[in-house]
């Protein structure tokens, strides 16, 4: 454990990744209090207002404001502090270890997305002294992101401590470049329902197995009949699990499988499911796990350019106009805010994202650090 008085007054975003990494936030369970708790001490001595928002026992979410007295919104940072699980595969460093060598640092949640929730906190506590008459900054960080959006849903029911934002930042893996949107995303759980019977009498059952097949072989012919998206291009739709009977000499009564569709933003979803309920006839019935809206911002939005103005000479080229694969916070988030202009920018490598000995490069996070204070500064006009 590193010394909170040490950290305040020289915080380093390498340290700080490192000791948020070491706080195990796998989700499920998530146990994302004490990263919570921690990060909102640090943020408190450096003169923000912290709330605490519990989402379940010994999960919580914090908002950290600072400024926002004089004209205009804050600017909204966010990130989450949970993490998937560490897989099947062993690790050949400790995931909660933060061990550095070659430029990188390993662990779970180095690349998704601690080194970006650190990155975050240190720029924000870099120019804490400078926010008080400014639009000022708000840093969201959320729980329960990775099954679902879930610390960022409950935050919305209590408006009053999210506040207001005129912008959104989501410090997801991008190897800092900034993108403008994401697809949406809508699961659905689909259910065939059959009748069992001894499998020496296949004809007195109703055998639910071969209806989840005759769906799922559906579904990989299934059209979204629209055109594809200038930036974000065509929706998809994958079947990424089934399951179905107990034992062999049985007819299956039940089975299941579940459809992943990522949705581009001239989709409704509702309208989707409606559609998909159709294609696939009565045998089968669809129940959605995870929906949640894509976000696209203009990209002639005034905002969008000057974030790609000060980021420029940082990355030191032009960034090109595109969208993140994966969906985040912002889909429950930037709705909630009235849809801001929203960008997806964060140290950590998108490839690198849920995989055995993770890691998130060094320099890319203090690079993180220089751009979220350089966006901080020019919403708050203090460049
Ligand atoms: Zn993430």
Redesign the pocket.
């Known amino acids: 454990m590193v010394a909170k008085n040490h950290m305040s007054t020289s915080l380093d975003v390498i340290e700080l990744t490192r000791h948020l990494v070491a706080m195990d936030t796998i989700n499920p369970p998530g146990n994302e209090q004490q990263c919570c708790d921690y990060l909102a001490s640090l943020l408190e001595d450096a003169g923000f207002e912290v709330e605490l928002s519990e989402f379940a026992a010994g999960r919580s979410s914090l908002v950290a404001r600072l400024g926002g007295r004089g004209e205009g919104l804050p600017i909204c940072l966010t990130g989450?502090v949970d993490t998937v699980p560490l897989g099947t595969e062993g690790w050949s460093c400790d995931p909660f270890g933060g061990e550095i060598s070659d430029n990188k640092i390993f662990g779970r949640g180095t690349t998704?997305?601690k080194g970006g929730v650190a990155a975050m906190v240190v720029a924000a506590i870099r120019l804490a002294q400078d926010l008080s008459n400014t639009p000022g900054v708000v840093l969201v960080l959320t729980g329960g992101?990775?099954t679902g959006c879930d610390g960022a849903k409950a935050l919305c029911e209590t408006p009053e401590i999210l506040g207001r934002a005129g912008a959104v930042v989501v410090g997801?893996p991008t190897s800092n470049q900034p993108l403008i949107g994401h697809k949406g995303a809508l699961w659905l759980n689909a259910v065939s329902q059959g009748v069992t019977a001894h499998g020496s009498t296949p004809e007195l059952g109703v055998n639910a197995v071969y209806e989840a097949c005759r769906a799922v072989a559906k579904v990989e012919d299934f059209g979204f009949n629209i055109p594809p998206h200038d930036i974000m291009g065509a929706p998809s739709i994958n079947v990424g699990r089934i399951q179905g009977g107990i034992n062999i000499n049985s007819v299956p009564d039940h089975a299941e499988f579940d459809i992943d569709i990522r949705t581009i933003p001239s989709q409704d979803h509702r309208e989707i499911r409606t559609h998909l309920e159709a294609y696939l006839g009565d045998k089968v019935t669809l129940e959605p796990s995870v929906d949640v809206d894509g976000v696209i911002s203009d990209a002639s939005d005034p905002w969008i350019g000057e974030v790609f103005d000060v980021i420029e000479p940082i990355l030191g080229l032009k960034p090109e106009i595109a969208t993140a694969k994966y969906f985040?916070d912002a889909s429950v988030l930037s709705p909630q805010y009235g849809n801001p202009p929203t960008i997806v920018l964060g140290p950590g490598d998108a490839d690198m994202?849920h995989k055995t000995d993770e890691y998130c490069e060094i320099d890319k996070l203090h690079q993180s650090v220089n751009i979220y204070e350089a966006i901080i500064k020019r919403w708050c006009r203090l460049d």
Request: hydrophobic letters at 25%; a negative charge; proline letters at 0%.
């Open positions: 989450h998704d997305m992101e990775e997801e985040t994202a």
